[in-house]
């Protein structure tokens, strides 16, 4: 949240010790495929939002979130165990909507590729309706009079 070099360095540390924890330890059935993809600490190191996407379907997105909520305090105090710092940040997760904002783009560029192939195909062999170049050009060897300057 802020370009603070202490509070990037803490996020990227969360990171780890989120994601190993939620590999080795979090063992809730309704956890899903979970991936971190960026955790957020403000800059007096209080608040950390801890940004996830989940594979699958919206069902198992909220029995992760829910999953996460309850594994809340585990991975807080973890945090505050591994980074040694005196005061812990909250912790907040986020599902992250990259993922579907991505996914809607890709759908956006490949409806446009269809329709720019629409025209193409449409302008193949077509001409223009007038001439080619419908600008007036000075012929050759007339001078152009001082009202076309």
């Known amino acids: 949240m802020v370009d603070n070099p202490r509070a990037r360095k803490l996020a990227d540390r969360i990171k780890e010790i989120v994601a190993r924890l939620l590999d080795?330890?979090?063992k809730d059935p309704r956890l899903g495929f979970v991936t971190i993809t960026d955790v957020r600490v403000t800059g007096d190191l209080q608040n950390a939002a801890i940004f996830y996407t989940?594979?699958?379907?919206?069902?198992?997105?909220?029995?992760?979130?829910?999953a996460l909520e309850s594994a809340k305090g585990l991975v807080r105090s973890e945090v505050g165990k591994q980074t040694g710092i005196r005061l812990t940040p909250t912790i907040e997760?986020?599902?992250d909507s990259v993922p579907e904002t991505a996914a809607h783009l890709?759908?956006?560029?490949?409806?446009a590729?269809?329709?720019d192939a629409?025209?193409?195909?449409?302008?193949?062999?077509?001409?223009?309706?007038?001439?080619?170049d419908p600008y007036r050009k000075p012929r050759e060897g007339d001078?152009?009079?001082?009202?076309?300057?």
Do not use: S
Not at 106 to 111: H, N
Not at 143 to 149: G, I, K, S, V, Y
């Open 24 to 26: 080795t330890r979090i």
């Open 106 to 111: 890709d759908a956006a560029l490949l409806e």
């Open 93 to 95: 997760f986020h599902l």
């Open 113 to 115: 590729q269809r329709r």
């Open 118 to 132: 629409e025209l193409a195909a449409l302008r193949e062999g077509k001409g223009y309706a007038g001439e080619a």
């Open 54 to 66: 989940v594979y699958g379907t919206d069902e198992e997105r909220a029995g992760t979130a829910a």
């Open 143 to 149: 001078e152009p009079d001082d009202d076309e300057l």
